[in-house]
Nanobody, 115 residues
Framework: QVQLVESGGGLVQAGGSLRLSCAASGFTFRSYVMSWYRQAPGNKRELVATIASGGTTNYADSVNGRFTISRDNAKNTVYLQMNSLKPEDTAVYYC?????????WGQGTQVTVSS
């Protein structure tokens, strides 16, 4: 079955960096767009970044220039490098893939940025 397992979250001071990882299994990873979303308390889940099978990336305006999404198809893993973190980046970050069989999510990893 499809599994997405995030890791790498934690507590960091403003201006710091974190690298999130999402290990995927149960589908042909290299063929699909992978995405990172985030959800802060009281807010809707929002799209942060996507990476297509060929490597094309897109970012939310709020993170463009600070975050970098990448993928390693040999390891079935997608990454989110987050630099220059701000308190407003505090959220649970989720990995996502949309397949013909459905929309799949990981369990999420908490990122907390202190001011």
């Amino acid at each position: 079955q499809v599994q997405l397992v995030e890791s790498g979250g934690g507590l960091v001071q403003a201006g710091g960096s974190l690298r999130l990882s999402c290990a995927a299994s149960g589908f042909t990873f290299r063929s699909y767009v992978m995405s990172w979303y985030r959800q802060a308390p009281g807010n809707k889940r929002e799209l942060v970044a996507t990476i297509a099978s060929g490597g094309t990336t897109n970012y939310a305006d709020s993170v463009n220039g600070r975050f970098t999404i990448s993928r390693d198809n040999a390891k079935n893993t997608v990454y989110l490098q987050m630099n220059s973190l701000k308190p407003e980046d505090t959220a649970v970050y989720y990995c996502n893939v949309k397949l013909f069989t459905g929309n799949y999510w990981g369990q999420g990893t908490q990122v907390t940025v202190s001011s």
